[in-house]
């Protein structure tokens, strides 16, 4: 899959053009990316980075990082993505003005968009409007309540299981493992320490059942409370893993929520709890 920052590195000829957000690739997606495929000959992603209502001032809490997006974009058999950097300039752009610098000048032929598709100046231009412009639009029905808002409530609440249903895969959480308080490793279950993209989702605090790097993963999400503590922790631990993760990003996959976290009335109830935790782990279903 080729990925561009500018129309010009995409060759010339008439494309397939599914142009929206994307934010983690759920199933409503996934459809409009199969009615382009379906349009063929080229199939050519635009997507925006930053997400466009951070740049208008607007607080959204991201499902994926644009590198975690543009591998879930390779997984569904596009050919190339075009990265539009979303600026203040171009949410300026009347809709008309946003289709010829872009879209035509890329060669798009068919646009596959969901129902909900807006843009241009303050989101005047839609679907007909592209229509009318001379494209040929194909409008995806959404997918029954498989939108990011939705994802995003669910995940809120500790749902990971019914946002794997929306997703169409297991919901992840994604970060580069720094230094921690390495407490894990004096009590048997050494783990890593998440450093999540502030712009990033984090689940409900818990306890979560999942995976990452092959391995199944019993993780923290909260303040170790046992511990009194106040700033929120990310911490995998990696069952059956042997190796220096420091340093390295990690893309974790959140199979089920298995407790809410809480203190204990001694460190060794605490690691009785850990050992229950990593056993229901090993028995956990990946949700898909």
Avoid at 211 to 221: E, K, Q, V
């Amino acid at each position: 899959m080729k990925v561009a920052r500018t129309p010009e590195e995409l060759s010339g000829g008439e494309r397939a053009v599914a142009i929206g957000s994307f934010d983690g690739v759920h199933l409503g997606h996934q459809r409009v990316l199969e009615t382009a495929r379906a349009a063929g000959p080229v199939t050519t992603v635009v997507t925006f980075w930053p997400h466009p209502r951070l740049v208008l001032g607007n607080r959204v809490e991201l499902l994926c990082t644009l590198e975690r997006r543009l591998e879930l974009l390779d997984e569904q058999n596009v050919d190339e993505v075009l990265v539009v950097e979303f600026t203040p300039e171009l949410a300026r752009l009347e809709p008309e003005e946003f289709a010829d610098s872009l879209l035509r000048q890329i060669g798009a032929r068919t646009i596959a968009v969901g129902e909900d598709f807006r843009f241009g100046r303050r989101a005047s231009g839609d679907p007909g409007l592209l229509a009318r412009l001379g494209f040929d639009v194909q409008v995806v029905e959404t997918v029954e309540s498989a939108s990011s808002t939705r994802v995003r409530e669910l995940l809120g609440s500790g749902d990971v299981v019914g946002a794997a249903e929306l997703l169409g895969r297991p919901a992840e959480i994604e970060g580069i493992v720094v230094l921690g308080y390495q407490r894990g490793g004096t009590l048997g279950y050494p783990t890593a320490n998440l450093d999540v993209p502030e712009y990033m989702l984090v689940p409900a605090y818990g306890i979560y059942a999942g995976a990452a790097l092959g391995h199944r993963a019993a993780m923290s999400i909260g303040v170790n409370p046992h511990y009194g503590g106040h700033e929120r922790r990310i911490e995998p631990y990696l069952l059956d893993f042997d190796g220096d993760l420091y340093g390295r990003r990690l893309v974790v996959e959140l199979w089920q929520r298995l407790r809410d976290e809480r203190a204990f009335d001694s460190e060794e109830e605490l690691v009785a709890q850990i050992a229950r935790d990593v056993e229901q782990t090993r028995s956990a279903v990946r949700p898909s």
